[in-house]
């Protein structure tokens, strides 16, 4: 076992910890903004930017599913963001 000496095991020890740190930071960050904000409040801030807030009740939940497609592009929207919204707005 000449192949993994003490320097190759402290390399690849600080590149997982390294990879570790990252995944666990970078997770963090995404999913707390998004979990910090619920359906409703994304579709406040974000559906009357450029019209006025549909009213959940104008469409069916099909209807939400293609609107919220359509919408994600235009308001520049994460597909969790999006999913949140449409999910307000199907009830
Ligand atoms: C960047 C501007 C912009 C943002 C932000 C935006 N919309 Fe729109 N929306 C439009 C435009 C422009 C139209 C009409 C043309 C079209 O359908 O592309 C439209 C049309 C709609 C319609 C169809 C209205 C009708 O009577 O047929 C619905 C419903 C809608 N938007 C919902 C939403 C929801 C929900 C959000 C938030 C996720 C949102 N919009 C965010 C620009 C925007």
Redesign the pocket.
Known sequence: MKTLNKKNIIGILVASVGILLFLSISGCFVSEKVAAKGGAQL?AE??Q???NM?SPS??SPDQWET??L???T??Q?TTPE?DK?VEF?KQ
């Open positions: 579709w974000n559906c930017r450029c019209h549909p104008t469409f609107v919220g359509h919408m994600q235009r308001a929207l999006r919204i707005l």
